[in-house]
DNA sequence: CCTTGACCTCAAGTTCACTTGAACTGGCAG
DNA sequence: CTGCCAGTTCAAGTGAACTTGAGGTCAAGG
C-alpha cells in the first residue's frame, strides 16, 4: 500500500482534506508527489498527523510543531522544550484539577446563590490566583465533522 | 471607596482597560455610570472579573459565560452545565496526564530517534487515540503585558 | 470520446478574544 | 482660562487555525 491519497489520508487521520493541504501549506506534512494534479502521500504522514496532534494535545502551536521537525523531514525534538512543556503540563493540570473539584462543588453546592458559598469563593481566588484574566484554554473539544 | 475608574479596576484585576471595554461590549460587564465620559465601576466587578476567570479557566467561552448572568445580573449558573464541564474537565486531565508523562519519557529517551521509542509510540497513539486531529488546548499561557 | 466527480489552486471568509490607531472629550492642576 | 492626558468611541487589525467558494483540471468509467 504505497501512496495513499489525500482522501484516505483523511479518512485514516481523521483530519480534513482541507486541513491536510493546510499543514502541507504550512510545511507540516509533506505529500510525496502527484498522480495528475492529486497528492500522493507516504503511508507515513499518518505518524507525522499523530505526533502533529500529540503536540497540539500537549499545547504547542503549529508553528512550535513546524520547529520539530528538522530541514530533513525527521523529528529533532527538543529535550529541554519537551520537559518544559511537561512542567507546564504540570502546573495546568493542577489548576484544572481545582477547577474541577470546585466546579464538582458548585453544582451540587446547597447555598442560594454561588456567591455565598464559601467554596465557590475559594475557587473564585483560586482561578483569580494568577493574575485574573490569564486564560489558559482547557478542554475545548469541539465540532467533530460540524452538525 | 465606592466606584473605582477602569484603570484602577484594571490594576486590581490584572485585566487590561481595553479588554474591559471589551467585555462590557460583549455584556459580561457593566459599568455603574460615568464621570464625563468615564466609566465609573462598582467594586464588585472583580467578583464578576473573577468569576469570568473562573470560567474561561474552565474551559467556557466568552459566549458561555455570558449566557450564565441572568439579565438581573447575578449568575445564574447551570449546574447541569457545571457537572458538565466539571466531567470535561476529569477527561482533559486524563490525557493531560497522559501527554504530560509521554513528554517527561521523551525528554529523557535514550533511544536514538524518538520515532524508536516504544513509549513514545504509545503516547502518540494516546494522542492519536480520540481521533486525530481534534486539537486541546491546553496550557496556553501567554503574553503577560507583552514584552 | 466524453462526462463525471474527486481533487486542485488561490483568495477570501470565519471565529475567538482581544489590541491598536485615529480622532475626540472633559475633569482637574496650575 | 488653558492645556494636559487619561479616558472615550469606532473601525480596523491581529493571529491562530482552519473552512469555504469560485473556477479549473484530469484520470477513469461508460
Redesign the pocket.
Known amino acids: 500500500m504505497r501512496d495513499i ?3 484516505e489520508v483523511a479518512q485514516l487521520s481523521g483530519v ?4 491536510l ?2 499543514y502541507e501549506e504550512k510545511g507540516l506534512i509533506a505529500s510525496h508527489g502527484r ?5 500522493l502521500f507516504d503511508p507515513a504522514v499518518l505518524d507525522r498527523l499523530a505526533l502533529i496532534a500529540l503536540g ?1 494535545a500537549s499545547g504547542f ?3 512550535e510543531i513546524a520547529r520539530m521537525f528538522a530541514p530533513d523531514g525527521r523529528p529533532r525534538i527538543d529535550r529541554r522544550a519537551l520537559a518544559a512543556k511537561a512542567d507546564e503540563l504540570d502546573r495546568t493540570i493542577r489548576r484544572l484539577n481545582a477547577m474541577r473539584d470546585g466546579l464538582r462543588h458548585a453544582a451540587v453546592c446547597p447555598a442560594p446563590s454561588h456567591m455565598e458559598c464559601p467554596t465557590f469563593r475559594r475557587l473564585l481566588r483560586v482561578a483569580a490566583a494568577r493574575k485574573i ?1 490569564e ?1 489558559n484554554k482547557a478542554g475545548k473539544a469541539r465540532r467533530k465533522v ?1 452538525s
Open positions: 491519497d489525500i482522501a480534513r482534506a482541507s486541513t493541504r493546510f498522480r495528475g494534479l492529486r497528492r497540539r502551536s503549529l508553528n484574566g486564560p460540524k
